[in-house]
């Protein structure tokens, strides 16, 4: 699943919320944007899986959830991101990050005490 820049708005808007939102809840968050735009967008976002929708009564309003976690989003993204450019390699990701100087010390010792902990999950 591929979200766009411009889907990516709405998504942001509903997982920020943490809650269901209407057509005009979510064009009063993104201002400059059209009804019918955001109507596009979510129906879009919808299709891919992305969304959910629901009927506000016998009107043509909407209330939009996400139907994926913007963790769940991230975890597909990066696992799509490792195949393709990685080929699946992990450890080929990792070692990317640390050629150069992208990572801080910080950094370092954040991914080494996370690694430490999953390591000892998997014991």
Same mark, same amino acid.
């Given at each position: 699943?591929? $979200?766009?820049?411009?889907?990516?708005? $709405?998504?942001?808007?509903?997982?920020?919320?943490?809650? %269901?939102?209407?057509?005009?809840?979510?064009?009063? %968050?993104?201002?400059?944007?059209?009804?019918?735009?955001?109507?596009?967008?979510?129906?879009?976002?919808?299709?891919?899986?992305?969304?959910?929708?629901?009927?506000?009564?016998? *009107?043509?309003? !909407?209330?939009?959830?996400? =139907?994926?976690?913007? /963790?769940?989003? @991230? @975890?597909?993204?990066?696992?799509? +991101?490792?195949? *393709?450019?990685?080929?699946?390699? =992990?450890? *080929?990701?990792? *070692?990317?990050? +640390?050629?150069?100087?992208?990572?801080?010390?910080?950094?370092?010792?954040?991914? @080494? @005490? +996370?690694?430490?902990?999953?390591? /000892?999950? !998997?014991?």
């Amino acid at each position: 699943m591929h $979200i766009t820049a411009a889907e990516m708005e $709405i998504m942001q808007v509903i997982w920020n919320s943490d809650r %269901q939102m209407t057509t005009k809840e979510i064009m009063e %968050q993104l201002q400059g944007k059209k009804i019918t735009t955001i109507v596009t967008l979510a129906g879009r976002l919808i299709d891919k899986g992305a969304l959910t929708s629901v009927k506000i009564g016998r *009107s043509h309003a !909407h209330e939009y959830s996400a =139907a994926i976690s913007e /963790e769940e989003y @991230q @975890q597909l993204q990066t696992q799509q +991101f490792i195949r *393709s450019i990685h080929k699946g390699s =992990a450890k *080929s990701l990792i *070692s990317s990050l +640390f050629q150069g100087d992208q990572l801080t010390k910080q950094d370092i010792t954040e991914l @080494q @005490q +996370f690694i430490n902990k999953k390591a /000892e999950e !998997h014991d």
